[in-house]
């Protein structure tokens, strides 16, 4: 392969996630290539590469020191995009990655019922607007990702102590959201995975430990899986009554479609009342080979072959113009 063949071209913001990545599309016979979001430089004179470029931006980059990975992905995507180069979670679904209010907003459009959300720009309303929701509430960051900035509240007096002291987390974009806090029927979230758009498998999450950093990245802590034997219930096990003919996956590939979104991670809430409740919607998915190994399907490998097809289709793309030109 020379250098300049097709390539896939995933930009991220942490080489950690991406092994269990690559090692999928080897296994597949993918060429790829690593594309760093923290530093690099380009010559907007000049056209990108070829091939298939899938963001895989983390909304929580910044907090592994990926300070402006964000709005590096927001200039790379559109110099890929106005250049016509196929890109697999381009420049708009960047927006929704870095944004629950975005999000919330573009699930409650489409007619999903969602956790009850008020936005606050700055600190100056937090008080006054967590006086609108019954307790306890949550607190998440806009900007989120591992958990960042989540919190039960139990009274309002232990809230504008948090607000007024120290120990306040400031989100990275300022905005803090406030949030209903959701009791579900049994004490487990689930999160389904979205290849090219379509349903892969979900997976339960135990959260009966009660901890708010549930990410299932293999990079991350994952309780339960330690050398100590005599641990409890697995964290993760497979959904099997969640297939792609369930309403709610039906819909939201739906969502995922008119969103532009082709790889995601959507994590729901089933409450006893019956609600069904998505709250994050995560575009860039690690596949962890803890979860892999409970699933029936690998996501990691249908990942594989969906841009392994997408590349095979720009390749031919390419001989195609290289041909007429000739
Ligand atoms: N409104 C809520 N009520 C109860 N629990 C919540 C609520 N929102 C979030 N949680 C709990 O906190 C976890 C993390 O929340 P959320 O997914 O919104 O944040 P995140 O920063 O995207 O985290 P992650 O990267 O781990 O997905 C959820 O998986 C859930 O267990
Ligand atoms: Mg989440």
């Given at each position: 392969m020379s250098a300049n063949s097709p390539s896939v071209h995933i930009l991220h913001d942490n080489p950690e996630w991406i092994p269990p990545l690559g090692a999928a599309l080897d296994a597949a016979g993918v060429p790829w290539r690593e594309w760093p979001l923290n530093d690099g430089s380009y010559d907007l004179g000049e056209l990108p590469p070829e091939g298939v470029f899938w963001s895989r931006l983390s909304a929580s980059a910044h907090t592994r020191g990926a300070t402006h990975a964000k709005d590096a992905a927001r200039a790379l995507l559109r110099w890929f995009e106005a250049s016509g180069r196929r890109v697999v979670n381009g420049s708009r679904v960047v927006e929704l990655e870095v944004s629950k209010a975005a999000q919330y907003a573009a699930l409650r459009a489409a007619g999903f019922d969602t956790p009850h959300t008020v936005v606050v720009i700055g600190t100056a309303d937090l008080k006054a607007r967590a006086r609108e929701l019954p307790l306890p509430f949550i607190t998440k960051h806009n900007q989120g990702g591992k958990g960042l900035g989540v919190r039960r509240f139990d009274s309002l007096a232990e809230f504008d102590g948090y607000v007024d002291g120290p120990d306040f987390e400031h989100p990275v974009d300022g905005i803090t959201l406030l949030q209903e806090y959701i009791v579900t029927a049994e004490p487990f979230v689930t999160r389904a995975e979205f290849v090219g758009g379509r349903f892969v498998y979900a997976v339960r999450v135990d959260t009966s430990a009660g901890?708010?950093?549930?990410?299932?990245?293999?990079?991350c802590a994952v309780p339960g899986?330690?050398?100590?034997?005599?641990?409890?219930?697995?964290?993760f096990t497979e959904r099997?009554?969640?297939?792609?003919?369930h309403p709610l996956i039906v819909k939201l590939e739906a969502f995922l479609a008119a969103q532009g979104i082709e790889v995601a991670g959507v994590e729901f809430f089933e409450t006893a009342d019956g609600r069904l409740l998505p709250y994050d919607i995560n575009?860039?998915?690690?596949?962890?080979p803890d979860v892999e190994a409970v699933t029936s399907r690998s996501a990691a490998a249908a990942l594989a072959v969906f841009l392994g097809a997408e590349l095979a289709a720009c390749a031919e793309a390419v001989a195609a113009s290289e041909s007429v030109t000739a």
């Open positions: 901890s708010f950093e549930l990410c299932p990245a293999e990079a899986s330690g050398p100590d034997a005599a641990e409890p219930a697995p964290l099997r009554d969640v297939d792609a003919a575009t860039n998915t690690n596949y962890s």
